[in-house]
């Protein structure tokens, strides 16, 4: 790093091209390094049973507002095309992928299982751990409304990490459906409910107190939504929040959490996974399930992702559906030498796991066993 | 061991007072030497002390997993942290003075005020969500003197007694916001230093009582 940057200090002379901020360049080991991590993750999401698909770089801005939400479409990068329509440079690929799966894949067998790899723009503050333009990994697996496909996500995650030998990292797992579905009855105004999530996003008991106080909610439901940012932990999280929420979305939202904890911990894959009841934050596009990741290292995210059931109705086709994907910047630090890390084998098409709808628990050892003895599976195609 | 932030200045004084309170005990030699790092005697906590101004860049980048600065910062700064407990200390008001009878300047009514401050995204944040076009004059201190100078027409200031105002002939024309002492996590280590992260803040809230 200093001996490169005493070499771009003394090549000063004078009038230079400037290099935006938030941008980066790679070159030689670093290059080898990227291109194994990526070859390395392309391997085990196509053992996962997932398909590679490329996406162009910029689409019509509408597009990708409504999965992004006002905060932010605020930051795409938006240009004219000749015909005056307005065009952006991909801010997220989870929107390209939905979009493309919605409007020109409606005949392929469900579930959909998809893996990409590329950089996204955003006109985000550079630094702290943010550029403007990063590499994201990541996968999506749509059609699929039921729980097992929120834990295969979650195990793919973990699967992935491992792999690249991360041991010491945490997923923060939430359920949006927890916070919205207490607030849903409220009539408070956007901005209200916008505050409220703020607030709890950033775990900040004293102006949550103040934003709860003039809302409609028994003092009880007051102090839960107080308490909410503080929950975090094992399944007892689950157990304390069951007791003081009744509406139907939020107990579903608490069942589930405590079903894929269940599924993780028979895995003894616990110790990677956090319950976090004040996960609320994420785009705008997310219904259920959300988590992110952290290493213990560094302090940012390696990652992320959720379920986001409507986003490919606004498309065309109705199709539930959930996915993650990691920010190859974020990850490569912890990554020793990458030249020892062996690139999984494919052994080509998957073998198929039925899961009849529902997925037991043995289902998810048996298929972590034999993916981990390098076997491609993949579960529940419906035939 | 769990690296914990502290901001220089008005804060600092009371910072460790409280925090020795809560049981946890900022070593002497931070405070009166130049050491700028240490940690406490049953090396369970190592303090970190910075500008109040850089505190928050030290925990979002998790070089300290967790800070106490005060709430006029984190309204400047805007960083992504957790801001989980208000410690109620260091209590004052950020509020938008001027001189109550200003000098009759060739100005045009019309024109673009212009205000001092050392906070320059919470005075454009608030001028702006007043609809008044505002020309914001950045300045690292003495912002007092700019209404006089006519450096500035108004500032936008922390006042805690009042006293600096009124010595140079300036009043409130309305209390933007309050602050107090906050504690602020990195949203990392808030995950995976979990039970460190969680004892501190438990200590603290303890103290609170």
């Known amino acids: 790093m200093v001996d490169q940057l005493k070499k771009d200090l003394g090549r000063f002379r004078g009038a230079i091209p400037l290099i935006p901020r938030g941008v980066q360049c790679y070159f030689g080991e670093e290059v080898n390094r990227r291109r194994r991590v990526e070859a390395i993750l392309a391997a085990i999401a196509r053992n996962w049973g997932f398909h590679e698909i490329i996406l162009p770089f910029f689409d019509y801005l509408e597009d990708f507002v409504y999965g992004l939400g006002s905060q932010l479409g605020d930051r795409v990068y938006r240009f004219l095309d000749k015909d005056g329509s307005l065009l952006a440079l991909r801010p997220d690929l989870t929107t390209l992928v939905a979009k493309t799966v919605a409007t020109r894949m409606t005949d392929h067998p469900i579930p959909v299982q998809l893996f990409y790899s590329g950089e996204v723009f955003r006109q985000e503050r550079a630094g702290a751990g943010k550029q403007k333009e990063f590499y994201q990994i990541g996968l999506e697996s749509m059609g699929v409304s039921d729980i097992w496909a929120d834990i295969e996500i979650i195990l793919i995650a973990i699967d992935c990490l491992l792999h690249l030998g991360v041991e010491e990292f945490k997923i923060a797992l939430g359920n949006v459906g927890l916070f919205n579905g207490i607030v849903s009855g409220l009539d408070v105004s956007h901005e209200k409910l916008q505050a409220l999530r703020d607030a709890v996003d950033h775990r900040d008991s004293s102006r949550l107190e103040t934003e709860v106080a003039d809302l409609r909610l028994s003092d009880e439901k007051k102090s839960f939504l107080v308490e909410l940012p503080q929950l975090t932990g094992g399944r007892e999280v689950v157990e304390r929040a069951i007791v003081s929420v009744r509406n139907p979305r939020s107990r579903r939202s608490l069942r589930e959490l405590s079903e894929i904890h269940s599924v993780v911990e028979s895995l003894g894959l616990e110790r990677f996974l956090t319950l976090d009841l004040g996960e609320v934050r994420g785009l705008d596009y997310y219904t259920g399930m959300v988590f992110k990741i952290y290493s213990s290292s560094g302090g940012f995210e390696l990652g992320g992702g959720g379920r986001y059931d409507d986003l490919l109705a606004k498309f065309g086709w109705n199709l539930p559906s959930v996915g993650f994907s990691f920010t190859l910047d974020h990850v490569l630090p912890l990554i020793g030498e990458t030249g020892n890390l062996e690139i999984p084998a494919c052994p080509g098409e998957p073998r198929v796991l039925r899961t009849d709808g529902v997925a037991s628990q043995e289902i998810f050892t048996n298929a972590w066993r034999l993916r981990r003895e390098g076997n491609c599976i993949q579960l529940g195609v419906r035939s | 061991m769990l690296t914990v932030a502290l901001s220089k200045g008005r804060l600092l004084e009371p910072t460790v007072e409280f925090l020795a309170r809560a049981g946890i005990h900022v070593p002497e030699e931070i405070l009166s030497s130049r050491r700028l790092i240490a940690s406490d005697a049953d090396a369970r906590y190592r303090f970190l002390l910075v ?159």
Do not use: W
Not at chain 2, 64 to 87: F, M
Not at chain 2, 120 to 130: I, K, L
Not at chain 2, 145 to 174: S, Y
Not at chain 2, 190 to 198: D, S
């Open chain 2, 51 to 209: 500008k109040p101004m850089d505190l928050p860049t030290y925990v979002e980048y998790g070089v300290a997993a967790a800070g106490i600065c005060g709430r006029d910062v984190l309204l400047e700064v805007s960083p992504d942290l957790h801001q989980p407990l208000d410690l109620g200390f260091g209590r004052c008001r950020i509020v938008l003075a001027g001189n109550p009878s200003p000098a009759a300047g060739g100005r045009n009514m019309l024109s673009t005020t212009r205000v001092a401050t050392k906070y320059p995204q919470v005075a454009e944040r608030y001028f702006r969500s007043r609809g008044i076009p505002v020309e914001v004059v950045y300045l690292s201190g003495s912002v007092e003197l700019a209404p006089n100078l006519g450096l500035a027409d108004t500032i936008v200031d922390l006042v805690e007694t009042g006293r600096t105002l009124k010595e140079n002939g300036l009043e409130v024309l309305e209390e933007i916001t309050e602050s107090s002492a906050r504690v602020v996590v990195n949203r990392a280590c808030f995950h995976v230093l979990h039970e460190p992260v969680q004892e501190f803040l438990r200590t603290l809230r303890r103290a609170l009582e």
